[in-house]
């Protein structure tokens, strides 16, 4: 593609994202980069990003490969001054070239690919959804039979298929089930929801799996969704609506929170010392930072403490806007991962458990407990982990 076209590319696409008119209000007061947790390994912050594009140089940009660094945390979003909405325009425009081009990192076009053809990342059949269904001790109702729920229960790619984030799921299903609430899940039907595509710049994808989901959605009667798939909430609430998606969603930290009172009753007692990661798309993104401490520490036994940089500072595990999709070129581009220096926060504090709400936390951060040589000092769990250990004890 000529420089030319590239530009014009760019500005109709960044031109169908609200607030994206902004883009040329940036004052290039640089917050952005001083914010972003690879601004010290980056040729092109977002606020460079802009520089070059307003002068031409988009090629340049693309070239240094700085589009790919982004792990969409969103801190340069709620930061910038003139609120240009760079995580969910800004970037995803500049890769959505960038996959035009052809020149998209490995490991990520291969799991967009798979999300095309499969329906999920990890290159599985749509039959083996509900597999993690066959190794609990309870039974998990599906649409397909049930017909009607009020609560539809979204496992997400990770939730369904990855070896670690499928015992989240498990976990949280079964808190839903010792709590006597009426749910099902889609198996085979449900497929990916597309968040990470979307902040990936593939727009397309991202509206092809959102008409195909709601078509799904539309025929079965529920009252609410929930999901323990951080991204997956994002998406359901920020731009499904766009596509005539109405039904009320939860985080499952939320639907903790509501059904706390009941939980009590049923918690017994836990010897942790325990800390909270504030995942960015359920924090910075969707402000949900009160409920998740709630359910912590109304858990008797748990000693809570905070780390440093928490709620709308929190670091970023670095898996977010497709980043688990690229472990290898972030670890070319810096020295230690943010997973890596999230953990280290973590044990500083004195903290026996690490606390997540978002699945691609769970992976992110054991990797990091491997590499910085803290397993077997720091455990990682997600909040429906501890809350179904602690009505289990
Ligand atoms: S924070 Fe916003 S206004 Fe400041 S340089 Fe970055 S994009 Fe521009
Ligand atoms: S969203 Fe986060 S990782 Fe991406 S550019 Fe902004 S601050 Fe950096």
Redesign the pocket.
Known sequence: MEVEEMLETYYERIGEIPGSEKFI?????????GSCPYGMGTLFT??RM?LAVRAGMVKEVLDSGAQWLCTSCFT?SL????Q?P?TDAIIPALRELSLLEGNPPEELAAALMNIARYGNSFRESPRKRDKWTKEVDFEVPVMAKKKSADVLFITECFGAYHRRCKEITKAFAKVMHLLGVDFAILGNEERCIGDLARLSGEFGLFEDLAEKNIRVFEKYEFNKIVTHDAHAYNALIREYPKFGFEKETLHHTQFLYQNLAKLKEMFGKLDYTVTYHDSCYVGRRNGIYEEPREVIRAIPGVKFVEMKRIRENALCCGGGGGGVWLDSFIKEHIKERPAESRVKEAAAVGADVLVTACTLDVPMFEDALKVTGLEGELEVKDIAELVLEALES
């Open positions: 209000q940036c004052i290039q007061c640089g917050t952005c980069g977002p606020r802009i340069c930061r910038c001054p003139s240009i760079i």
